[in-house]
């Protein structure tokens, strides 16, 4: 099919499957969203097709830098935080902040073929390229589905195939030109159709002249490339903090004046007039209890679902809702982020079982889920360390080190942007990343340049274990036999708490080098081989096999599909180059620790890296992130060690996940969860009434977990005869010999005692 450069006819049929909108009337045609299904192989062939011509637009610089719809490393949260530093940055110079958000009307129906072909052409796309898409453009049909009833066949005259994999990057090609006629003063962005502009200045009048200009200039792109934007849906939201009235900006598109609203939601975000955040924080978390109705449905303390699996679905059905665009969001005054919190832990009461008076405190400890806080701590920092890895991101200049900080300084009122945020954030944790040099590579290797990289996997099936060293031995002798007349290179990684290490060893060469002690094992073992390829190319050794014991470092580079560690990336490019020039590199996975003479010693050279000056290695952003969950675990450990009180906190002192909490008996984990955390409906339950404390009947003292499980004298028979341990040994009582991840006594026993006493079914 490449070679005939043509799309099949048989692949250019769909099906139109109608979903009605949320709150839409269901009488009009309008109320629905057409979802087309077509060829599972023409969408294969689609992903062939785009991923060849999204290489060449990305490396010949073709999209502009602030588009960001469906491109690698790209995604809306980059537009919402330059938004919010723009509003920030005119807000602490007293500016007013216009913005206009556009509406494309029907933008992928209405898009203009030919245009697609004369931009394509214009950026030098040539040959079978071309003329494939050319083929895919023309020719589409569809029916309209309901049920299992079609409708007649419709020829789709314009536009580009709804549901197409190659439909996104050619709309963005067709869309791209339009930042050629946004002025630099004016500040922009693009996800796919999703198009705003904005502009700063003290003078409101000064901001109606940049954007009605600007918009008059788009609405002439429009007209000359087949798009149309709608006046109706199309706001404008003029951001400011000052106080008393103020004039709304008059602005026109297409003669039609522009409606000016308080707020307007852009790519899922609800930006108010004076960035508050309240009404988007207030539709989060409708939305979010919305979701929660599911856990309720799923989450009987005696017939539900497990806490595995209750807590997945949290994962992913509410709290993905409240990290969607949370490092932007979170700059709300903590008030109002303090709305969130019920959400969350009743996601996480419903998950455990955990009775409705239990502290918060504790259920983060016993789901050893951080709380929302340190979560968007999380976020913001791994957010921004990925963006210090591409200078060439739209993002990248919002997050550097601003010059305004005194300003900031001098109106501790105004709010902080993201990149005086995330400055505050490291500090404050005691981040280790000030010597840490972040790979900043973006090379990639063309698909139809990329040759297949060989690894032999024989001695993978021998499980290591159950093998002796011997026999793996033996084996490996073979190996060096079959690639005698190949160079022999073995490579490895070492990390300790102290250093991290890489090496590569042969008979004719040796190198060491040490890393910053933020790299992983992962990035020490492809710093091995990156050094035993480079020397390779260096002195011209045709054939070559690296033997190496890391098998996800193998399959990381071996595999087709792209990367987004950057050092695997790099080490691809080194690789295919050597492969391009000849070379004959083979790799061989061998285990470790075997007795392999060649692996012994570049593991014993990895060791010895701590000897070695640390060389300034970049290190892939995707190192850093364990370093971050780590250092916020840390400061929460430290807030957890104050809680001496907390009844959870005597018998979990240290923060984790104990696997003792997941039971295959839904029953049994909500009665842990609440005799661990100490509120049971037995011991909390006339609190919730407004009562006194309960009282034991038998010896008229507080009713405790503790009291039940050792203190009243009146159970001590009972309590001698499923605990006989407790009393022959002496042993002074602690609640974890009942209670820990790992008890003296069997959680089974206690539960019997429970029922002997007749207070199990009371908890």
Same mark, same amino acid.
């Given at each position: 099919?490449?070679?005939?450069?043509?799309?099949?006819?048989?692949?250019?049929?769909?099906?139109?499957?109608?979903?009605?909108?949320?709150?839409?009337?269901?009488?009009?045609?309008?109320?629905?969203?057409?979802?087309?299904?077509?060829?599972?192989?023409?969408?294969?062939?689609?992903?062939?097709?785009?991923?060849?011509?999204?290489?060449?637009?990305?490396?010949?610089?073709?999209?502009?830098?602030?588009?960001?719809?469906?491109?690698?490393?790209?995604?809306?949260?980059?537009?919402?935080?330059?938004?919010?530093?723009?509003?920030?940055? /005119?807000? $602490?110079?007293?500016?007013?902040?216009?913005? $206009?958000?556009?509406?494309?009307?029907?933008?992928?129906?209405?898009?203009?073929?030919?245009?697609?072909?004369?931009?394509?052409?214009?950026?030098?796309?040539?040959?079978?390229?071309?003329?494939?898409?050319?083929?895919?453009?023309?020719?589409?049909?569809?029916?309209?589905?309901?049920?299992?009833?079609?409708?007649?066949? &419709?020829?789709?005259?314009?536009?580009?195939?709804?549901?197409?994999?190659?439909?996104?990057?050619?709309?963005?090609?067709?869309?791209?030109?339009?930042?050629?006629?946004?002025?630099?003063?004016?500040?922009?962005?693009?996800?796919?159709?999703?198009?705003?502009?904005?502009?700063?200045?003290?003078?409101?009048?000064?901001?109606?002249?940049?954007?009605?200009?600007?918009?008059?200039?788009?609405?002439?792109?429009?007209?000359?490339?087949?798009?149309? &934007?709608?006046?109706?849906?199309?706001?404008? $939201?003029?951001?400011?903090?000052?106080?008393?009235?103020?004039?709304?900006? $008059?602005?026109?598109?297409?003669?039609?004046?522009?409606?000016?609203?308080?707020?307007?939601?852009?790519?899922?975000?609800?930006?108010?007039?004076?960035?508050?955040?309240?009404?988007?924080?207030?539709?989060?978390?409708?939305?979010?209890?919305?979701?929660?109705?599911?856990?309720?449905?799923?989450?009987?303390?005696?017939?539900?679902?497990?806490?595995?699996?209750?807590?997945?679905?949290?994962?992913?059905?509410?709290?993905?809702?409240?990290?969607?665009?949370?490092?932007?969001?979170?700059?709300?005054?903590?008030?109002?982020?303090?709305?969130?919190?019920?959400?969350?832990?009743?996601?996480?009461?419903?998950?455990?079982?955990?009775?409705?008076?239990?502290?918060?405190?504790?259920?983060?400890?016993?789901?050893?889920?951080?709380?929302?806080?340190?979560?968007?701590?999380?976020?913001?920092?791994?957010?921004?360390?990925?963006?210090?890895?591409?200078?060439?991101?739209?993002?990248?200049?919002?997050?550097?080190?601003?010059?305004?900080?005194?300003?900031?300084?001098?109106?501790?009122?105004?709010?902080?942007?993201?990149?005086?945020?995330?400055?505050?954030? /490291?500090?404050?944790?005691?981040?280790?990343?000030?010597?840490?040099?972040?790979?900043?590579?973006? *090379?990639?290797?063309?698909?139809?340049?990329?040759?297949?990289?060989?690894?032999?996997?024989?001695?993978?099936?021998?499980?290591?274990?159950?093998?002796?060293?011997?026999?793996?031995?033996?084996? &490996?002798?073979?190996?060096?036999?079959?690639?005698?007349?190949?160079?022999?290179?073995?490579?490895?990684?070492? +990390?300790?708490?102290?250093?991290?290490?890489?090496?590569?060893?042969?008979?004719?060469?040796?190198?060491?080098?040490?890393?910053?002690?933020?790299?992983?094992? &992962?990035?020490?073992?492809?710093?091995?081989?990156?050094?035993?390829?480079?020397?390779?190319?260096?002195?011209?050794?045709?054939?070559?096999?690296?033997?190496?014991?890391?098998?996800?470092?193998?399959?990381?580079?071996?595999?087709?599909?792209?990367?987004?560690?950057?050092?695997?990336?790099?080490?691809?490019?080194?690789?295919?180059?050597?492969?391009?020039?000849?070379?004959?590199?083979?790799?061989?996975?061998?285990?470790?620790?075997?007795?392999?003479?060649?692996?012994? +010693?570049?593991?014993?050279?990895? /060791?010895?890296?701590? *000897?070695?000056?640390?060389?300034?290695?970049?290190?892939?952003?995707?190192?850093? +992130?364990?370093?971050?969950?780590?250092?916020?675990?840390?400061?929460?450990?430290?807030?957890?060690?104050?809680?001496?009180?907390?009844?959870?906190?005597?018998?979990?002192?240290?923060?984790?996940?104990? *696997?003792?909490?997941?039971?295959?008996?839904?029953?049994?984990?909500?009665?842990?969860?609440?005799?661990?955390?100490?509120?049971?409906?037995?011991?909390?339950?006339?609190?919730?009434?407004?009562?006194?404390?309960?009282?034991?009947?038998?010896?008229?003292?507080?009713?405790?977990?503790?009291?039940?499980?050792?203190?009243?004298?009146?159970?001590?028979?009972?309590?001698?005869?499923?605990?006989?341990?407790?009393?022959?040994?002496?042993?002074?009582?602690?609640?974890?010999?009942?209670?820990?991840?790992?008890?003296?006594?069997?959680?089974?026993?206690?539960?019997?005692?429970?029922?002997?006493?007749?207070?199990?079914?009371?908890?």
């Amino acid at each position: 099919l490449w070679d005939a450069a043509c799309f099949p006819d048989c692949w250019k049929m769909a099906h139109i499957i109608p979903l009605l909108k949320p709150s839409k009337d269901p009488s009009l045609p309008t109320s629905y969203r057409p979802i087309a299904l077509t060829s599972c192989l023409g969408k294969t062939y689609e992903r062939l097709i785009n991923r060849r011509l999204v290489h060449f637009l990305e490396a010949e610089g073709v999209f502009d830098r602030n588009q960001c719809g469906f491109r690698a490393g790209r995604s809306t949260v980059d537009h919402l935080v330059r938004l919010e530093t723009s509003i920030r940055e /005119a807000f $602490v110079h007293r500016q007013h902040c216009v913005s $206009v958000f556009f509406d494309l009307q029907k933008a992928y129906d209405t898009t203009w073929r030919y245009g697609i072909l004369r931009d394509l052409y214009s950026y030098g796309v040539r040959g079978r390229m071309l003329h494939c898409i050319q083929s895919f453009l023309t020719g589409w049909t569809f029916q309209v589905r309901l049920g299992s009833i079609l409708s007649d066949v &419709f020829l789709q005259e314009n536009g580009v195939p709804q549901g197409g994999v190659l439909s996104v990057t050619l709309f963005a090609v067709k869309i791209n030109s339009l930042a050629k006629d946004i002025p630099p003063s004016v500040s922009y962005s693009m996800y796919v159709d999703d198009v705003q502009i904005s502009f700063s200045s003290c003078n409101l009048s000064s901001c109606e002249r940049q954007l009605q200009l600007t918009i008059n200039k788009m609405s002439r792109w429009a007209d000359q490339n087949g798009f149309r &934007f709608s006046p109706g849906k199309t706001i404008c $939201v003029p951001f400011s903090l000052r106080r008393g009235l103020s004039p709304d900006p $008059v602005l026109h598109l297409n003669d039609v004046a522009i409606s000016v609203k308080e707020e307007h939601k852009f790519l899922g975000i609800i930006f108010d007039k004076k960035l508050t955040f309240i009404p988007h924080l207030k539709e989060l978390k409708r939305k979010c209890l919305r979701s929660s109705n599911i856990l309720k449905v799923l989450s009987h303390t005696s017939w539900g679902s497990d806490r595995r699996c209750l807590l997945r679905l949290y994962n992913s059905l509410v709290r993905s809702r409240l990290d969607y665009g949370a490092i932007v969001y979170g700059s709300a005054r903590p008030s109002a982020l303090k709305t969130l919190d019920p959400i969350h832990h009743l996601g996480l009461r419903l998950a455990t079982g955990a009775f409705r008076t239990s502290p918060v405190l504790s259920l983060y400890a016993d789901t050893h889920q951080m709380s929302l806080e340190r979560r968007r701590q999380y976020l913001s920092l791994c957010y921004a360390y990925k963006i210090y890895s591409y200078p060439q991101h739209p993002t990248f200049d919002a997050l550097q080190p601003s010059t305004l900080f005194r300003l900031y300084e001098n109106k501790p009122s105004i709010v902080r942007p993201l990149s005086f945020r995330v400055q505050s954030m /490291a500090t404050s944790l005691h981040l280790p990343f000030s010597e840490a040099a972040l790979l900043r590579s973006n *090379e990639r290797v063309a698909p139809w340049d990329l040759l297949p990289i060989s690894c032999d996997w024989s001695l993978a099936k021998y499980r290591k274990r159950a093998t002796s060293p011997l026999v793996l031995q033996r084996e &490996f002798a073979e190996y060096e036999q079959k690639y005698k007349d190949y160079s022999h290179f073995y490579t490895d990684g070492s +990390k300790t708490s102290t250093f991290v290490g890489c090496a590569v060893y042969s008979t004719t060469f040796r190198k060491v080098r040490q890393l910053h002690t933020c790299a992983n094992i &992962f990035t020490a073992e492809l710093y091995g081989i990156l050094m035993a390829v480079e020397y390779l190319l260096e002195n011209n050794i045709m054939k070559a096999v690296l033997f190496v014991d890391s098998q996800s470092v193998l399959l990381a580079v071996s595999s087709l599909a792209n990367s987004k560690n950057l050092l695997v990336q790099c080490l691809r490019v080194r690789l295919n180059r050597a492969l391009h020039l000849g070379h004959q590199i083979k790799f061989c996975w061998v285990p470790s620790h075997v007795g392999i003479s060649g692996n012994e +010693k570049a593991d014993l050279l990895a /060791a010895s890296a701590k *000897e070695c000056p640390k060389l300034p290695l970049g290190l892939p952003h995707q190192d850093l +992130k364990p370093i971050i969950l780590k250092s916020i675990i840390n400061s929460w450990q430290l807030d957890w060690d104050l809680e001496k009180e907390n009844k959870l906190h005597n018998i979990k002192p240290q923060l984790g996940v104990w *696997e003792s909490s997941f039971h295959k008996v839904r029953r049994v984990e909500v009665l842990l969860c609440r005799l661990r955390i100490g509120h049971t409906r037995l011991t909390h339950l006339p609190l919730l009434c407004g009562e006194d404390v309960k009282l034991c009947d038998n010896c008229g003292k507080a009713m405790t977990v503790l009291h039940i499980l050792w203190h009243c004298k009146a159970l001590n028979q009972e309590r001698r005869s499923c605990f006989p341990e407790l009393f022959q040994d002496h042993l002074p009582f602690h609640p974890y010999f009942l209670l820990g991840d790992q008890p003296f006594i069997s959680f089974d026993r206690v539960l019997k005692f429970l029922h002997n006493t007749g207070l199990l079914h009371q908890l």
